[in-house]
């Protein structure tokens, strides 16, 4: 039997989420407002226009937005302090690959830096018993094709990648040198894979992209349709990241490495191409495909899989969406022409998945 999320535990929690703001941010809150906790969000303002964090009024659903940089030690140890949070996700980042070539500095120093200030800010105060770090799927050596699990060697090109290995390499360090005999604070670094959802804005992401094609040119524009990606809702890889916050937070998994891929069953790895034309056929549009060549991009694998076994074995965890299914609820979210339902409808898809 699949482990379910348990709302008793998550009832009046204090939690801490960086990045509260963005996409995945801002479904994590909605959740856990729906469990109950008591939410303190810090994250730079919401970089599109418009954005799931406004149309959901993801502001009026916590206890404290603060609007703040993570590579600010000072401001971020003593929010952090002031929140009295027990449980702390850390999201924010700079997450695109082709934004890390144009702003390297920038990806490593938000990234990496705030990584940093977030691992030494929960060494600092003992109060936070249980961290989740978020960081990717793209921390692999992409030299090897094959199905990755959380043992295998890491190995970032591009700029985005790399400071993600940084993260992790560094995550290593800290667990080691300050965490690993410790029987009360316990931590951990998370990899999901494609994740896809309704309220998604973000640049550079292929279900974004098709919705605005659908408003401009009614069609779709290819120029990886082979590349083949772990697509998945983002009520799955949050649903894991809230169940292992949990079992570290009681102590069940002392002897685990806390490294944890979060990726769908291989049925729900598909090419670009399939989810394009999934949306095509639904909203009326045509397919194009370009040839597209730059070195800075090379450094991109076309078939990337998680191994979800150890959150299977270990967490209880199990993919409940397949692929089409989450494209589903991706066309009912966007069909609602009234924004300001936006919250509902989320709130309606999460209890609908964690019934499921």
Same mark, same amino acid.
């Given at each position: 039997?699949?482990?379910?999320? @348990?709302?008793?535990?998550?009832?009046?929690?204090?939690?801490?989420?960086?990045?509260?703001?963005?996409?995945?941010?801002?479904?994590?809150?909605?959740?856990?407002?729906?469990?109950?906790?008591?939410?303190?969000?810090?994250?730079?303002?919401?970089?599109? &226009?418009?954005?799931?964090?406004?149309?959901?009024?993801?502001?009026?659903?916590?206890?404290?937005?603060?609007?703040?940089?993570? /590579?600010?030690?000072?401001?971020?140890?003593?929010?952090?302090?002031?929140? *009295?949070?027990?449980?702390?996700?850390?999201?924010?980042?700079?997450?695109?690959? /082709?934004?890390?070539?144009?702003?390297?500095?920038?990806?490593?120093?938000?990234?990496?830096?705030?990584?940093?200030? #977030? !691992?030494?800010?929960?060494?600092?105060?003992?109060?936070?018993?249980?961290?989740?770090?978020?960081?990717?799927?793209?921390?692999?050596?992409?030299?090897?094709?094959?199905?990755?699990?959380?043992?295998? #060697?890491?190995? +970032?090109?591009?700029?985005?990648?790399?400071?993600?290995?940084?993260?992790?390499?560094?995550?290593?360090?800290?667990?080691?040198?300050?965490?690993? *005999?410790?029987?009360?604070?316990? %931590?951990?670094?998370?990899?999901? +894979?494609?994740?896809? +959802?309704?309220?998604?804005?973000?640049?550079?992401?292929?279900?974004?992209?098709?919705?605005?094609?659908?408003?401009?040119?009614?069609?779709?524009?290819?120029?990886?349709?082979?590349?083949?990606?772990?697509?998945?809702?983002?009520? $799955?890889?949050?649903?894991?990241?809230?169940?292992?916050? $949990?079992? !570290?937070?009681?102590?069940?998994?002392?002897?685990?490495?806390?490294?944890? @891929?979060?990726?769908? @069953?291989?049925?729900?790895?598909?090419?670009?191409?399939?989810?394009? $034309?999934?949306?095509?056929?639904?909203?009326?549009?045509? !397919?194009?495909?370009?040839?597209? /060549?730059?070195?800075?991009?090379?450094?991109?694998?076309?078939? %990337?899989?998680? *191994?979800?076994?150890?959150?299977?074995?270990?967490? &209880?965890?199990?993919?409940?969406?397949?692929?089409?299914?989450?494209?589903?609820?991706? !066309? $009912?979210?966007?069909?609602?022409?009234?924004? *300001?339902?936006?919250?509902?409808?989320?709130?309606?898809?999460?209890?609908?998945?964690?019934?499921?």
């Amino acid at each position: 039997m699949k482990t379910k999320i @348990n709302s008793n535990f998550w009832k009046n929690k204090k939690v801490f989420v960086t990045g509260h703001t963005g996409f995945k941010g801002s479904w994590l809150c909605i959740i856990l407002n729906l469990l109950g906790a008591k939410i303190t969000g810090y994250a730079l303002k919401p970089k599109s &226009n418009p954005n799931l964090f406004k149309l959901a009024k993801v502001g009026n659903l916590i206890n404290k937005s603060i609007i703040a940089d993570v /590579r600010d030690f000072k401001r971020l140890n003593k929010e952090i302090k002031k929140s *009295n949070s027990s449980i702390l996700f850390h999201l924010a980042a700079q997450p695109l690959v /082709r934004y890390s070539y144009l702003e390297p500095k920038e990806t490593f120093d938000t990234n990496f830096n705030g990584t940093l200030n #977030i !691992l030494e800010s929960v060494r600092r105060i003992k109060k936070v018993k249980t961290s989740i770090i978020i960081t990717t799927d793209k921390v692999y050596d992409i030299s090897k094709n094959k199905i990755f699990k959380e043992t295998d #060697i890491l190995g +970032g090109i591009d700029p985005y990648s790399a400071s993600k290995v940084c993260c992790e390499y560094l995550f290593t360090s800290y667990m080691s040198s300050f965490f690993k *005999n410790s029987n009360y604070q316990s %931590l951990a670094t998370v990899r999901a +894979g494609n994740v896809i +959802g309704g309220g998604d804005y973000s640049e550079d992401r292929l279900i974004p992209d098709i919705y605005l094609s659908a408003k401009k040119t009614k069609q779709i524009i290819l120029r990886n349709p082979k590349s083949v990606r772990p697509w998945q809702h983002v009520l $799955e890889p949050l649903s894991g990241y809230l169940i292992l916050a $949990e079992k !570290l937070y009681k102590n069940k998994l002392k002897n685990q490495d806390q490294n944890w @891929n979060f990726g769908p @069953n291989i049925s729900s790895c598909k090419p670009v191409k399939y989810v394009a $034309e999934k949306f095509a056929r639904a909203l009326g549009l045509k !397919l194009k495909t370009i040839k597209f /060549r730059s070195k800075s991009f090379s450094s991109e694998t076309d078939l %990337l899989r998680l *191994n979800n076994y150890k959150a299977k074995k270990f967490l &209880n965890w199990h993919p409940k969406w397949k692929l089409n299914k989450s494209i589903d609820k991706i !066309l $009912e979210w966007n069909s609602v022409k009234n924004k *300001n339902n936006a919250l509902k409808v989320c709130q309606k898809q999460i209890i609908e998945f964690l019934e499921d």
